[in-house]
């Protein structure tokens, strides 16, 4: 932007700004800060290298290190940019040299000693090839008594003394100021130029030089800043001493959903891997294994232990198929082959190379979970989230609190919810203890599970099989009670006095019957029992580890997200507490602004604030902010480019997160770049005066910049007097320019690079 | 096998007429001497004789041919499994002490028959007459020697010799006689003592058979498995 206006100012007026090198020749430590001050309103320049200022120096500079000085500035690259920034209309012809200005001040109020200027001279000779110097003099204090040697070397020569014309002495720190401005014009103008044309150097000796300015109040830049930090921050520290509560639920809910979100994942894997899972909420209802190569060699054809058959038992032909099984199930008992081991082992390392998929269900919630937490720092996200999360009712109706303690507090309460109970909760039938973890994990773990659990459905078989071994078959009992049909038949005889064929057949009937009975109880009801209770507690075994498999799995990335939220937490702690302090000081600054108004800060200069410009200035560059690209680049869905910022760098996923003190630093750098590249306004003291300050007016500044800009020093022999304007040329229009009654015509316009000051000159020339 | 000699003997005798089970009788003149129980202790007698003979030889060939006869009868008739579903069996329960204890029964109802009318008989014809006539006055007798003018003497005397011995010669003597009328005429089989009998002894022994037979199982396998054991052995020496 600068560039574009300054080729504007180059196209209508052309500008000469040169190199330049200003040389302070003083025992005065004043001097410096006023360099620094003319390298800061000359900022333009002193960015690209234009400008270099030496001193204060109190010996007199050696030509050669001022020659060593001068080369810096024979830059073509400095050239170049002078060029295309419109300082210099091209670069020296072929056949010219470069200029330089050099201006020294020399501060002779507190010197005594003898003075020799010819250093130009000796410099002029080292530089002979390469450039053109131009050497200005700018002499404080009483005239020398006698010309100092090598005087006529520097053109112009200014003059400016304690004792202005009319005999007013004059303040020695009004004096700097009157060189500051000076300085100012003279490298920042055309002035040099405008003298060249209006004075005849043969006959001038000194120029008796006054200066004052109006300027924009030089706090300007960082007023907006603290303005601008303070509106940012602002949102982000706000204090949070109520609703904590509807947090905490907020995010116990969330907590929660989350877990539940895990174990439903979880829970699809196991359905993957052939078992029959049903959960609700939290809890297990059911955990049945359906692998039906791992049904049959664990338990054989008939496994109605482990599952409910009877809804698979709709036609005749499947009830004797099932009776068949069972039969044989009963009878035979089944005895798992060796392999088994190898199979469980096999079951479960496949389980957990599947469970392992939980890791990008985590990242996702984990990633989410980032985004809603944005939400506390930026409401503008809320309409881009995902309706599935349904945050909106958190923000709702009054709306929870905002800001990074919001955040802070909301991080905390999820991590709680996060970290309490169990993963799972076993809600089978019959109700057991709550599923534990496993300690340990890998394959040598799960191999000795596979063997443990295989040892496990051994022995429950085991059971069975040593009490199928002590049941009797029909022919067995049949044996057993032959015997008593006689004898029952005979006591039979006594008792009832029944002929010999019914009594033998009625004892025959009972006999049977109590034979059936007996048997039927022991093989289809006592055997059955123990049969679905050994199958049933080896079953259990392996969803037990199957379960502790699941929840160490969850566990481990819960545990993963809580550590990582807990870095999270500090983090943003971290960057809340930089926030805060940094917040504090932009309050007690924009306290100050409120204060600061326009005034005079010294005798020649009048230090303008437009507080009005400033908050428009400071708005725009918070929107700016907002909106700034490099940082929203990454999370567009924020409306908040710096919540993005927080949220990318300061809460990374994979990386160190940003301190706190660095994001703080980072965002006053990108404060200073929108304040001065995006948002820098068009404005000027002229129309800051007839806005803020009513003594000045309605073109009553002239009259003010006149009589401040005094020519300080006498001279013997006065000659012609000029009074030299630095503005801009549209500021000279209307009632308040060149028609105002203030202005006179003999005054003289120059137009300069700078657009925040107006300088008025006074000079007499003295031959 | 002694169960399955039971079952054999039972049924042999219990269908077979040709044995004689009736008392011994000895005719000397015109008067009919008649033992009673000699029926069924005879037919006992052959049957335990016979199931005796049967069970030792068996046995006895068994030890000697060193042959397991239930090895042979579940090889020739596997589907039965007898050896695994009936000698080792010990479940249903019921079913293998039904026999048992309604041999129990029997024994008991035997016993009572054989015993009860003799007893009843000495009850009614001496023992009861012997407490109304000698003990009772006796008692008496004693009590007043011992005790004297008593208040309470007077009473209990009055009981003694009044509704107690009226109770003894009239209720009692009755319900002795109705029960040996009962018992009389209670008519038990004479195979019942014999099938009693037989079956809670053979029972006894079948129970140590199963045993013996069981450990036998074992120590022929583990010298099966000892046996397997040394050719491996060997077989890595080799």
Known sequence: MNSQRAAEISADQGFFVLPTLVVAWSSDESMESLLQAVRHRLAPLTEIGALKCLGPLKDPIPAQRLAEECQTLLSLDLWHRLVSQGYQPSLPGPNSLASLRVIFIIDRSNVSHNLTLDIVEKSKKLLARRAQLMPMLIWLGDKPKSDPPGLASYWPRIRLERMASGGMEVPRRDMLAAVEHLLVALIGSNMIQYLDEIVNKDETKWIIIGASELLLDNRTEQFVRELVLNEILNSLVASLDMDLDRIERAMAERARKLRESLLQEASAILRESGWDVEISGLSIRKCILRNLNLLKSLFGAYYGGIENQRSSLLSWNSMYRWFLDLISALADPFSPDPSIEEKIYQHYRELSEKLERIASKILKEYQDLRILLGAFLDRGLLTRIPAGEHPHRWFGDPPLPSGLRAAIAALFAFQKHLAEEGDVEDAREPARGSVQPAPISGDAYLRAAGDVDAQIVRESLLRYVHFARQLASPWGVLLYLLPAWPLLTFLIQAFARWELIPAFLVAGLILFLIGVVDLAYHWLWKARRLLHESQSRAHRALADRVLSLTARVIQDYRDWMLSRLQEDELALEDVYIAFLRRHVAAEQTSRDLNEARSQEINLCTYSILYKEELQRWAKEAVEALRQYPDWKREFAPFENALTARIITDVWPLAKQPLPGQALLKELEAVCDRVIRDCARPVWHPATAVEREVKDLQGGKRWEWLWQRAQPMGSSESPGLEFTIIITREEFLMGSTGKNSPYWQPEWRFVSSILDREEICVRGIIEG | ?238
Do not use: C
């Not at chain 2, 042999?12 to 009919?32: H, K, M, Q, T, W």
């Not at chain 2, 589907?79 to 024994?107: C, E, H, K």
């Not at chain 2, 008989?121 to 005790?147: C, D, H, Q, T, W």
């Open chain 2, 1 to 238: 096998m002694a169960w399955i000699y039971l079952i054999l003997i039972l049924f042999v005798f219990y269908f077979g007429s040709f044995i004689p089970d009736n008392d011994l009788e000895f005719a000397i003149a015109e008067f009919r001497l008649h033992i009673p129980l000699t029926g069924s202790l005879r037919l006992l007698a052959y049957g335990f004789i016979a199931w005796q003979l049967l069970w030792a030889l068996t046995r006895w060939i068994e030890q000697k041919t060193r042959i397991d006869i239930f090895y042979l009868l579940d090889q020739k008739i596997s589907f039965l499994q007898l050896l695994r579903r009936w000698l080792y069996a010990s479940r249903p329960v019921f079913s293998t002490w039904l026999a048992v204890r309604l041999a129990q029964i029997g024994l008991m109802l035997s016993l009572i028959k054989m015993f009860g009318v003799p007893f009843l008989e000495y009850l009614r014809g001496v023992a009861v007459l012997e407490l109304i006539k000698n003990v009772i006055p006796m008692l008496v007798e004693v009590i007043l020697s011992r005790f004297g003018s008593a208040e309470w003497i007077a009473i209990l005397m009055s009981w003694l010799s009044g509704p107690l011995t009226e109770w003894l010669s009239g209720p009692v003597m009755d319900s002795l006689q109705d029960a040996e009328k009962i018992l009389l005429e209670f008519k038990l089989h004479y195979m019942i003592f014999f099938s009693s009998f037989m079956i809670i002894y053979v029972n006894k022994l079948y129970q140590k058979e199963r045993a013996e037979r069981y450990n036998l199982d074992i120590k022929r396998m583990q010298e099966r498995r000892r046996k397997q054991n040394s050719l491996i052995s060997s077989d890595i020496l080799l």
